[in-house]
């Protein structure tokens, strides 16, 4: 009989010393992912490396401002609107981050119906938030559409250092993007649950399983990883 064999068949096998019992563990998903779906662990993949990708745009942002010898321009300047004659420093960037960060409360609530099979809340939730979502883009593009306006651009702007402009346009942009992803996203997985094909085990993208409503709580994990970056954007870049 073979030395790996199981003296009782419910066992697992025993693990392997050192690196190669911990390769083998994470190849054979014997362990590291025993309780999680592969679609969630895929998200947490990518959310890890997407997190990468933000840093480095957060650090070159900070390592430029640190390094410029010519003075870097003052968001609270900037970035003020003009209303009704007053000067308000950050105000439309306030109303973003207020609306970025009410979506993910209508997000949790999404997820929390969709495992009690409420299909008709668990959509509108998910609609709620992909409007949240569309606001804040359209609130970014009339940012974008004002500041061009003025002069900016990423190689020079109006008031100063120019790696400003790249700055902004490159981490805005980035960010801009994925919140556009996950409106999209967002609206077809609504429309999926609203139709009740999570019910009915109607074959297509993310329904291959009768009442498998996991894919609304995967979702959930990316809206609220982008909300999350939005709060360092908002502290590193707007605040600082």
């Known amino acids: ?69 010519v003075p870097w321009p003052n968001p609270s300047q900037v970035f003020a609107l003009e209303i009704a004659g007053h000067h308000i420093p950050l105000i439309l960037i306030a109303i973003m981050t207020f609306i970025l960060i009410s979506s993910s409360g209508t997000m949790a609530m999404a997820v929390n119906f969709g495992y009690r099979r409420d299909r008709a809340k668990t959509a509108a939730l998910m609609l709620v938030t992909a409007a949240f979502g569309a606001t804040f883009v359209g609130m970014q593009a009339f940012e974008w559409t004002k ?12 008031w100063g250092a120019a790696q400003f402009g790249s700055s902004f346009f490159m ?12 409106v999209i996203f967002l609206i077809a997985i609504a429309r999926k649950v609203w139709r009740g094909d999570f019910d009915v085990e ?14 609304v709580e995967i ?16 502290a590193f870049f707007y605040l600082w």
């Open 171 to 182: 981490i805005t942009g980035f960010h801009g993007t994925h919140v556009t992803i996950g």
């Open 147 to 158: 500041l061009i306006m003025e002069g900016v651009r990423p190689w020079e702007n109006p």
């Open 1 to 69: 009989m073979a030395e790996t064999a199981l003296t009782n068949p419910g066992e697992s096998p025993a693990r392997a010393a050192g690196w190669q019992g911990i390769a083998a563990d994470w190849s054979s998903d014997q362990r590291a992912f025993k309780n999680v779906s592969w679609g969630k662990a895929m998200m947490w993949i990518f959310l890890l490396s997407d997190t990468f990708i933000f840093s480095c745009f957060l650090l070159s942002y900070m390592t430029a401002r640190m390094s410029t010898t």
């Open 202 to 215: 109607r074959r297509g993208f993310f329904t291959s399983r009768k009442g498998h409503y996991e894919i």
């Open 219 to 234: 979702t959930g994990l990316y809206w609220h990883f982008v909300d999350l970056v939005w709060v360092f954007i908002f």
